[in-house]
Every structure is written in C-alpha cells, then in structure tokens.
C-alpha cells in the first residue's frame, strides 16, 4: 500500500522513475525522518560530522527530539515583535555544517508565516 501511496503522489508531482518517498503516520514522524535524512545527507555529500539545524525559537518541538535522537546541533532563532523569525539572526547561525534550514507555514505557536520567499 505504501508503495502505491508514493507512486500516486509522484505522478501528480511529476516524479520519474527515480522518484522515492515514504509514508509517515503524522507532523513528528515526518520531521524526525526528513532531519535524519538531511544529516545523512551532509555526511554522504559533504562529510559533515557536526551537524546542525538553523530554526526559529518557535518550530515544532519534533526538531528538538530529532537533535536528540540524531546528535544534530538544534541552532534555534529568535522571533521578532511580530512573532515571526529573525531572518539576519538566521543568516548569522548559518556555517559550513548547517545541513537544514527550517522555515514555517504557518509556525507552531502562533500560526504565522515566516518571512520567507
């Protein structure tokens, strides 16, 4: 069933053969698998041994427990009056083990959308 879930959804998405995917059983699952993903990633493509995610203050606490779980350094943001991430504050975090970089629409707590294009 997975397999055809995935096939469905790289159809409409116009994936090729070379499309993969898997299917998750919520919002915390998914986040935890995409930052394994992504730190896996940096070590194949990059050999980054130290990896670090760039997030606002205010992303979904599913970013924290994959930190935990994957020993991925969780570089967290702050948010401005409007409650929104500090876009030159994330820019500063930003170094050559950053493997992810974590904007919301909408955020967690306040349902805002970070100022992203």
Do not use: W
Request: proline fraction near 4%; hydrophobic fraction near 40%; charged fraction near 25%.
């Amino acid at each position: 069933m997975e397999a055809e879930i995935i096939r469905i959804v790289c159809n409409l998405f116009n994936g090729d053969e070379n499309s993969v995917g898997v299917v998750t059983s919520g919002g915390t699952e998914s986040i935890i698998l995409a930052m394994l993903a992504y730190r896996e990633k940096g070590l194949a493509e990059r050999g980054i041994t130290r990896p670090n995610i760039v997030c606002s203050e205010t992303a979904h606490a599913a970013f924290d427990k994959a930190g935990f779980y994957f020993q991925i350094e969780v570089r967290k943001v702050p948010i401005t009056k409007d409650c929104k991430f500090d876009l030159n504050a994330m820019s500063k975090a930003i170094d050559s083990n950053t493997v992810c970089l974590v904007a919301s629409a909408p955020e967690f707590p306040y349902g805002n959308y970070d100022p992203v294009e």
